[in-house]
């Protein structure tokens, strides 16, 4: 009887220390959660190109995918086993074959999404600096996900810093980091994404009217309240600046597919299935600049076949574009998903009269 009541003893001491270490551990994030203000503004690049009315213009959007996330690998809250890469190298690796796509396509403006700073699951590499030093452009940084530790799966994630980087040979006036509403409530949103636009504003030659720039990337896994209120924000601020006269284009991963597109079918609705999005969701004067040439996401519930018959694959990444902004041609480039999950997409535009 003694050895039992010991025993429990000692069981219930266990539990109670593991419920106070998880005690301390929610409230140090909770402290420490990062808490942004609505509009917070961000430091210009170093473009001097100008920009004027009649002019034509490359654009292209690309989610990076922390440089951790090429052809196989897997990742967790898709479905695999993955936290990170098993080595520094491979993000160097792929860090170096994401530039050089970004080179060969010889953009004006460049939207990344997923590009770590100060991060466990890249090595603490600074991302936006290597895009930087490569490219010879300074970016614009909008943080979407800083934690000192997120504390899921085993092993851990740990730390993070990432966000949006948007680059650009053309001048820029002002940049500012937009926050979009959040997906998720207490304690889970401590060590969650902090998701926002980055907007960047670019002057036009002869005139008092605007370029704006949106970069985002939306909601991912919530159960769909969350991207629909960051859509319904997207909307209204595109709106706004379409009344002002400006010309507007938003670009990024809208974590949705296309109203329409039916071309890269699901094949196991028990995987993650994107929400779908539609010309009800943008205002009047707007228009999707969006391909399905190739998919430009797979899913990462293992590493890449090699084909889309056996690898789940979407379009969740392109463009709106407001309607004085002539759509020339929009493009998804082909790269075998070999560096990241995502497919970039390349814009051709003119700024119409």
């Known amino acids: 009887m003694k050895k039992k009541r010991k025993g429990l003893k000692i069981a219930g001491g266990i539990v109670i220390a593991v419920i106070l270490i998880l005690a301390v551990l929610v409230g140090y994030l909770t402290i420490r959660e990062y808490r942004p203000e609505a509009v917070e503004a961000v430091e210009t690049g170093n473009g001097t190109d100008s920009l004027d009315i009649g002019d034509s213009f490359t654009i292209l959007t690309y989610n990076t995918g922390y440089a951790g996330l090429s052809k196989d690998e897997d990742f967790f809250m898709d479905g695999g086993t993955k936290v990170q890469p098993e080595s520094k190298e491979l993000v160097e690796n792929n860090l170096k074959g994401i530039t050089s796509i970004l080179e060969k396509q010889d953009a004006d403006i460049y939207f990344l999404q997923e590009v770590d700073r100060d991060s466990k699951r890249s090595y603490h590499i600074d991302e936006q600096e290597y895009y930087e030093d490569a490219l010879g452009l300074t970016g614009m940084f909008a943080c979407n996900f800083k934690c000192d530790y997120v504390p899921y799966p085993l092993p851990p994630i740990g730390k993070v810093k990432s966000g949006l980087v948007t680059m650009t040979s053309l001048e820029v006036t002002d940049a500012s980091r937009i926050a979009l509403p959040e997906s998720f409530s207490w304690p889970v949103k401590t060590c969650n994404l902090k998701r926002c ?125 407001s309607d004085n902004i002539k759509v020339n041609q929009v493009e998804n480039i082909n790269t075998d998903f070999e560096y990241t999950d995502h497919q970039p997409v390349r814009m051709e535009g003119t700024l119409l009269n």
């Open 197 to 321: 636009m980055l907007e960047t504003r670019v002057p036009l030659e002869g005139t008092d009217k605007e370029l704006v720039l949106i970069n985002f990337h939306l909601e991912a896994y919530d159960s769909g309240e969350g991207k629909i209120a960051q859509s319904r924000m997207l909307a209204e601020k595109l709106e706004a600046e379409y009344e002002k006269g400006n010309y507007v284009i938003a670009g990024g991963d809208f974590n949705q597919t296309f109203e329409g597109m039916d071309k890269y079918p699901i094949h196991n609705k028990d995987n993650w299935v994107p929400g779908i999005v539609g010309t009800e969701d943008i205002p009047d004067g707007f228009s999707f600049a969006v391909s399905d040439n190739v998919p430009t996401c797979r899913l990462l519930n293992g590493p890449y076949s090699g084909n889309y018959e056996d690898s789940q694959v979407y379009v969740l990444d392109g463009f709106i574009v």
